[in-house]
Nanobody, 111 residues
Framework: QQQLVESGGGSVQAGGSLRLSCAAS????????MAWHRQAPGKQRELVAS???????NVVDSVKGRFTISRDNAKNTGFLQMTSLKPEDTAVYYC?????WGQGTQVTVSS
């Protein structure tokens, strides 16, 4: 059974950094694009960043220059490095790969 497990969330002050990890089991990870989404209270889930199976990254404009997506196919793990965090980055962050969602990890940024 395919499974994704996020970790690394937490509470930080504005300007701080966090690194999220997404550990994948099964065979989905190496063959598929991986993405990070987030959902803030009262808002729809939105795409934050994605990276192809061969490592081509893409991030949305709202986090460009602050967030970096990467992956380690040998370890079946993806990452989202978040710097210069803002209160508006507060959300539950979800990993998505090959039709599978992780359970989410909370990121809270205080001003």
């Amino acid at each position: 059974q395919q499974q994704l497990v996020e970790s690394g969330g937490g509470s930080v002050q504005a300007g701080g950094s966090l690194r999220l990890s997404c550990a994948a089991s099964g065979t989905i990870f190496r063959l598929n694009t991986m993405a990070w989404h987030r959902q803030a209270p009262g808002k729809q889930r939105e795409l934050v960043a994605s990276i192809t199976s061969w490592g081509l990254p893409n991030v949305v404009d709202s986090v460009k220059g602050r967030f970096t997506i990467s992956r380690d196919n040998a370890k079946n793990t993806g990452f989202l490095q978040m710097t210069s965090l803002k209160p508006e980055d507060t959300a539950v962050y979800y990993c998505y790969c090959g039709g599978v969602w992780g359970q989410g990890t909370q990121v809270t940024v205080s001003s």
